[in-house]
């Protein structure tokens, strides 16, 4: 069993910068891949970033590549997502995942545990 909290959402004006993080609870933090995706009113929920759980592979959607970076401290039991060049299309309801399979990571469906969302919202 796994337990996440985000933390670090807010209102940052377009081209600004959050930070996100996700604690874990649980022993075997290291055991998941993890995964953000975010859902925008009238939106469904979009994958945005994954990392393995070693730490060497991550994965971004096409949208945020380049501004967004996903990160993980496995001693730590937290995961982090690094959002710059923030955009007025980026604001969602941002929610981290964990999945203890080896599915595809950008499929929601692949994931165990979720934790309740952090709103972010960029204002143009």
């Known amino acids: 069993q796994v337990q996440l909290v985000e933390s670090g959402g807010g209102l940052v004006q377009a081209g600004g910068s959050l930070r996100l993080s996700c604690a874990a609870s649980g022993r075997t933090f290291n055991s998941y891949t993890m995964g953000w995706f975010r859902q925008a009113p009238g939106k469904e929920r979009e994958f945005v970033a994954a990392?393995?759980?070693?730490?060497?592979?991550?994965y971004y959607a096409d949208a945020v590549k380049g501004r967004f970076t996903i990160s993980r401290n496995n001693t730590k039991k937290t995961m982090y997502l690094q959002m710059n060049s923030l955009k007025p299309e980026d604001t969602a309801i941002y929610y981290c995942?964990?999945?203890?399979?080896?599915?595809?990571?950008?499929?929601?469906?692949?994931?165990?545990?979720w934790g309740q969302g952090t709103q972010v919202t960029a204002s143009s």
């Open positions: 995942a964990a999945s203890g399979g080896y599915r595809d990571s950008r499929d929601p469906t692949a994931y165990d545990y």
């Open positions: 990392i393995s759980r070693s730490v060497s592979l991550t």
